[in-house]
């Protein structure tokens, strides 16, 4: 739950940097937080679309189960 509170707070304070969505999917996933998971990955890859953590962000989704 803190990890996920300073992935949050880093989030407000610069929206733009992608790998704090990556890593707040992947803390919410391991809190069971799926649908926040998903919604952090969605964003993720809106913000970077390529590359392995893309890959990463969309096998997730799958995984969860979300388009």
């Known amino acids: 739950e803190d990890s996920a509170r300073e992935y949050e707070k880093a989030i407000e304070i610069d929206p733009s940097f992608s790998n704090s969505y990556f890593m707040l999917g ?9 649908e926040k ?16 953590q893309a890959t990463e962000a969309m096998a997730a989704l799958e995984e969860l189960g979300a388009p």
């Open 26 to 34: 992947r803390v919410y996933r391991q809190m069971e937080e799926n």
């Open 37 to 52: 998971a998903a919604d952090a990955f969605r964003q993720f890859i809106e913000l970077n679309p390529a590359g392995p």
